[in-house]
């Protein structure tokens, strides 16, 4: 990702694209020069003069004359963000169309779109609420987090115990002992009522008798 342009912007693009291909490299008379390919995609926030006037640029190894590549090793995606014509979140018709939407106006959204349509961005609305805490809430939420998770492993690990011994007594003993507990980090009658899948009638009679 790049903010501003810089001077020799390309053949700053060339070198480092080289090194990583010239890092495969290896020693010794059995390498061959086989090498993976190397993408390199550079995303601007910019534009420039001598590339296409496009929001994608694709550049690749080619013979002049024809202009076909002669190789797939090489690859260049010079990616123009001020070229991006995606103004709303309905104008977003691919997934690729939505993550530049996305990366572009995150800045001042309230809200993350398209979560509906795609799991991966609720993940990046999650991780996008996540970077904006301060370092106690962070500590604390991951604190819950950890919590939450390990009574969820334990009634996972309680229903399967259940299940493959066929105890029902066995069951409703394990859920009166996650019950209590929860009760004791703090949960409120609703949520363990949820997470044991008992009514909140039977959590009340356990929790608080």
């Not at 799991?119 to 609420?129: I, T």
């Not at 919590?147 to 229903?159: C, H, S």
Request: hydrophobic fraction near 40%; charge should be positive; proline fraction near 4%.
């Amino acid at each position: 990702m790049q903010k501003k342009a810089q001077k020799n912007f390309i053949s700053r693009s060339v070198y480092y694209h080289s090194v990583a291909i010239a890092e495969q490299g290896k020693v010794g008379p059995e390498w061959n020069f086989n090498i993976d390919p190397v993408i390199f995609v550079s995303l601007m926030d910019f534009t420039l003069d001598h590339l296409p006037k496009e929001f994608a640029v694709h550049v690749s190894l080619c013979e002049r004359k024809s202009g076909k590549p002669i190789t797939d090793r090489e690859r260049y995606i010079f990616v123009q963000l001020p070229l991006f014509d995606k103004k709303r979140p309905e104008d977003c018709i691919t997934n690729i169309d939505r993550w530049f939407y996305v990366l572009i106006n995150m800045y001042n959204m309230e809200t993350m779109p398209f979560t509906v349509q795609k799991k991966l961005f609720n993940r990046l609305s999650e991780v996008a609420s996540y970077a904006s805490l301060s370092p106690k809430e962070k500590r604390r939420y991951n604190a819950d987090l950890k919590a939450y998770r390990d009574l969820t492993n334990q009634m996972e690990y309680a229903k399967s115990e259940a299940l493959a011994k066929g105890e029902a007594k066995g069951k409703s003993e394990e859920k009166i002992r996650l019950a209590k507990l929860m009760r004791e980090r703090g949960y409120d009658v609703s949520t363990i009522a949820s997470l044991v899948e008992m009514p909140e009638e039977w959590v009340e009679s356990i929790v608080i008798g």
